[in-house]
């Protein structure tokens, strides 16, 4: 019986199997490579691989900005949010100081009297009205302010009682003036020092030295001015309560 040579169970189509064995295996190789590659592109393509987890990175980076922006903004805006508006109002609304309703009464009262311009040598056409202007984000200055060198003398604008003399962190050295029927109070302040000798309690005449201009209190050191301001007492009659009158229309 004829045995058949072991060459012939493996039938190649050419004589040199060896090199037909690594022709047929790098084309198996590439095959699978290049179908690894089409399963993969496909996968990425419906976000089913590797693009998630960067959108995911993306939107995690994405709150945060947004949180840090949110925080900041409702820290900065709290403050503002019950000051001169409805608590309902959103935090994001710009800021709305409080309205100083109209006081035309006290205001003609008071220009009837004539009074005094407190800083000694200025005149009225000196003045400038800054009643309205902001001196922060919540809060008017509600006030005259009254430029003049230092040490120059402040008077007292009409008659009346000294209610207080009081250091602020604000105003400096100050004077709490009433007028004659207590229902008016004038507030002098930013001032150099007293006018000698005065006290609590004292009566005091038009045109009387209360003290001297400066800079005390948050005053800019370079810019000596007598911060001068009006208010109708309440019925407490507090020192330090009641409702502001622009100055500058009372004593030009």
Known sequence: MNKRPVSSW???????????LRTFCAGAGCGFLGGALLVAGTLWHYN???????????????????????????????PIATVGRPASAPASAPPS??????????????????????????????????FNDRRDEVRRHEALDILAPRNTPVRAVEDGTIARLFLSKAGGITVYQFDPSKVFCYYYAHLERYGEGLKEGDTVRRGQILGYV?????????TPHLHFAIFRLT??????????IDPFDVLR
Do not use: M, Y
């Open 214 to 222: 400066g800079t005390s209190g948050n005053a800019p050191k370079n």
């Open 235 to 244: 019925d407490a009659k507090h020192w330090w309560e009641g409702t502001p």
């Open 97 to 130: 100081l409080p309205s100083v309703g109209p006081l035309p009464e006290s205001t003609s009262t008071l220009k009837d009297r004539r009074l005094l311009i407190p800083v000694q040598g200025v005149t009225a056409e000196q003045l400038n009205r800054d």
């Open 10 to 20: 493996f039938h190649f189509p050419s004589k040199d199997w060896r090199r037909d």
């Open 48 to 78: 089913l691989i590797g693009r998630p987890a960067a959108a995911a990175g993306s939107t995690i980076q994405q709150a945060e900005r947004t949180n840090k922006i949110v925080a900041r903004d409702t820290v900065e805006a709290a």
